[in-house]
């Protein structure tokens, strides 16, 4: 693994509304994007609970609230639940193939849907093919797309880094007529055994907020490991049922 010599420059944003509670503040501290973090630190910021969106690698650093919590899975320990297992078997007739990361008119109009279809409020609800690059990738990062056709039909699409570590999650979009079959979850189980193969010991997951129902699910997994006081640690997951 190579070794970092030297860190990047970091800023952190003035206070702005939070993303997750309209009603709290929130800061951000971020690399320099005007010297954007390359290969080797970007795989050490992420093992020390930075994510990226776009080129933009940041992690909270709110002055009041440490609710925003880096996790990953550790793929060694990783046990399915049944319900998991459940949704594996009901995708099975999927094909997954893993392409460069880079833009393609077809995951575009995929990620149109999906937006339209679960999120048609949010600013990411976006025909813009600009910004569905900007948000998706990171130019000199090893970022992969995983499609998955159900009889040549793209169902879903995983977008991920690979780093020194692990595999990181980026982000994953799908057909909202195909929601029964749990296709997000699909895609993280499909990421840790991908990870296993290659020999890579962490799935990470981006953050997890305890009181965030929306972000509950990143829990459902087991074990996940948490970025806790400078720190991975084992997180309880029967304490936030």
């Known amino acids: 693994m190579s070794v970092i010599t030297q860190l990047p420059t970091f800023y952190i944003s003035t206070p702005h509304t939070c993303?997750?509670?309209?009603?709290?503040?929130?800061?951000?501290?971020?690399?320099?994007?005007?010297?954007?973090?390359?290969?080797?630190?970007?795989?050490?910021?992420?093992?020390?609970?930075?994510?990226?969106?776009?080129?933009?690698?940041?992690?909270?650093?709110?002055?009041?609230?440490?609710?925003?919590?880096?996790?990953?899975?550790?793929?060694?320990?990783?046990?399915?639940?049944?319900?998991?297992?459940?949704?594996?078997?009901?995708?099975?007739?999927l094909e997954p193939c893993i392409l460069p990361g880079e833009f393609r008119h077809e995951h575009f109009e995929l990620y149109k849907k999906y937006q339209q279809g679960r999120h048609p409020e949010s600013s990411m609800n976006d025909d813009n093919p600009d910004h569905y690059e900007e948000f998706l990738f990171y130019r000199g990062i090893d970022t992969e797309l995983v499609e998955f056709r159900l009889r040549g039909r793209l169902l879903c699409v995983a977008v991920m880094d690979v780093v020194a570590d692990g595999l990181s999650a980026v982000y994953t979009f799908y057909d909202p007529d195909y929601a029964k079959r749990s296709l997000g979850v699909n895609a993280i189980l499909w990421q840790v055994e991908e990870a296993r193969k290659r020999g890579k010991p962490h799935v990470y997951l981006g953050y997890w907020i305890k009181n965030h129902e929306k972000m509950h699910y990143k829990i459902q997994y087991s074990p996940v490991e948490g970025f806790i006081d400078k720190k991975w640690r084992l997180i309880d997951r029967d304490l936030f049922r």
């Open 19 to 93: 993303s997750y509670f309209a009603e709290r503040e929130a800061s951000t501290v971020f690399v320099d994007p005007q010297n954007p973090a390359d290969t080797v630190t970007y795989n050490y910021l992420i093992r020390v609970g930075f994510r990226r969106s776009g080129d933009l690698v940041y992690r909270p650093q709110c002055y009041d609230c440490n609710d925003c919590i880096s996790v990953r899975l550790p793929v060694a320990e990783f046990k399915p639940r049944r319900s998991q297992k459940r949704i594996a078997r009901r995708n099975q007739d």
